[in-house]
T-cell receptor
Framework: GAVVSQHPSRVICKSGTSVKIECRSL??????MFWYRQFPKKSLMLMAT?????????EQGVEKDKFLINHASLTLSTLTVTSAHPEDSSFYIC???????????FGSGTRLTVV | AQSVSQHNHHVILSEAASLELGCNYS??????LFWYVQYPGQHLQLLLK??????LVKGIKGFEAEFIKSKFSFNLRKPSVQWSDTAEYFC?????????????FGTGTRLTIIP
């Protein structure tokens, strides 16, 4: 079945630095990728939708200059948290949809801790 | 806009009890519906999905859900729960408009099974 690989699974960074999270579709071409943020004991909040080769569409309230999304190929999307602060600490999850659209495949998530 | 409500925030059951978790959605058109499970420390897994056809959908691990269009509901059921079903359960909806692949999640229901 469709597999999405997300790396790193955990990252700790210092306040003010930037962190890049990768999301790869391993056995299918992901025409659309989604980035979610999950707060402790809360639901998944959609941050942005990215289509290969075009700019990401951000949800209301999500700072696009802070959360940079690149979807340069049909198998890779990256989320860069720029100038991270402790309040950016969270669980970030990507998901992907392929051509033909038979549902969503989720990555295993990245636990970001900003100290 | 699409939205999902899960009214049960935390459900506690004994093993072998029957389970029903409520899910109601709001959307003016045709929808795809999903239930995901997140075991402690793990990533989201698809339990079942409804796209069209038989409104009673059977998923993995003995779970099923029934789509009742008139009630805008997609409740999750299991006749006899096990301790290993302890997890967070998320209902999600995707409004099936052309070009809309956005998946909206409910707030989740934490299920605790007492041995």
């Amino acid at each position: 079945g469709a597999v999405v690989s997300q790396h790193p699974s955990r990252v700790i960074c210092k306040s003010g630095t930037s962190v890049k999270i990768e999301c790869r579709s391993l056995d299918f071409q992901a025409t659309t990728m989604f980035w979610y943020r999950q707060f402790p004991k809360k639901s998944l909040m959609l941050m942005a939708t990215s289509n290969e080769g075009s700019k990401a569409t951000y949800e209301q309230g999500v700072e696009k200059d802070k959360f940079l999304i690149n979807h340069a190929s049909l198998t890779l999307s990256t989320l860069t948290v720029t100038s991270a602060h402790p309040e950016d600490s969270s669980f970030y999850i990507c998901s992907a949809v392929g051509q033909g659209w038979h549902g969503y495949t989720f990555g295993s998530g990245t636990r970001l801790t900003v100290v | 806009a699409q939205s999902v409500s899960q009214h049960n925030h935390h459900v506690i059951l004994s093993e072998a009890a029957s389970l029903e978790l409520g899910c109601n959605y709001s959307y003016g058109g045709t929808v795809n519906l999903f239930w995901y499970v997140q075991y402690p420390g793990q990533h989201l897994q698809l339990l079942l999905k409804y796209f069209s056809g038989d409104p009673l959908v059977k998923g993995i691990k003995g779970f099923e859900a029934e789509f009742i269009k008139s009630k805008f509901s997609f409740n999750l059921r299991k006749p006899s729960v096990q301790w290993s079903d302890t997890a967070e359960y998320f209902c999600a909806v995707n409004g099936r408009d052309f070009g809309n692949e956005k998946l909206t999640f409910g707030t989740g229901t934490r299920l605790t099974i007492i041995p």
